[in-house]
């Protein structure tokens, strides 16, 4: 497969698939002419990468993760370990949203958004309101 075909199949973009070559996660063979030529393990790498990524991991987890799947001696707890650390940062983020999500509704209605210039959201970002 050529990178367009393998980028149609894979869901990724071209500029994506090269990035992953150039990091080293995916290594598909040259043919003679210097074209990539990808192979349907190439594929399945990157369907893997691309679902890891969407599910958030850093390249750095999907190096460690695509390592594991590879390794047939792996242990699950080593993948159930990148998973739980990945998993309390979202939560962490989430926790982290949901505070500025209520600090900025209370701002917003705070705000009677009239033709006055008072303004609690600007007094807020300018730091007066704290």
């Known amino acids: ?13 071209p500029k994506t698939i090269r990035y992953y070559e150039d990091i080293g996660l995916v290594r598909p063979q040259r043919s003679g002419n ?3 030529a990808f192979q349907s393990t190439d594929l399945h790498k990157l369907v893997f990468l691309g679902r890891a990524r969407a599910l958030g991991f850093s390249i ?16 699950s707890a080593q993948v159930k370990a990148i ?9 962490q983020k989430i926790t982290q949203l949901q505070a ?21 959201i600007l007094n807020d970002l300018s730091g007066i309101g704290t």
């Open 1 to 13: 497969m050529n990178i367009g075909e393998v980028a149609e199949r894979s869901g990724i973009p």
């Open 34 to 36: 210097g074209y990539r």
């Open 60 to 75: 750095e987890d999907c190096r460690m993760l695509l390592s594991l799947y590879e390794d047939e001696s792996r242990e």
């Open 83 to 91: 998973a739980k650390e990945h998993l309390a940062a979202i939560d």
């Open 100 to 120: 500025m999500r209520d600090t900025l509704s209370h701002l917003v209605d705070s705000c009677s958004g009239d033709h006055r210039p008072d303004c609690p």
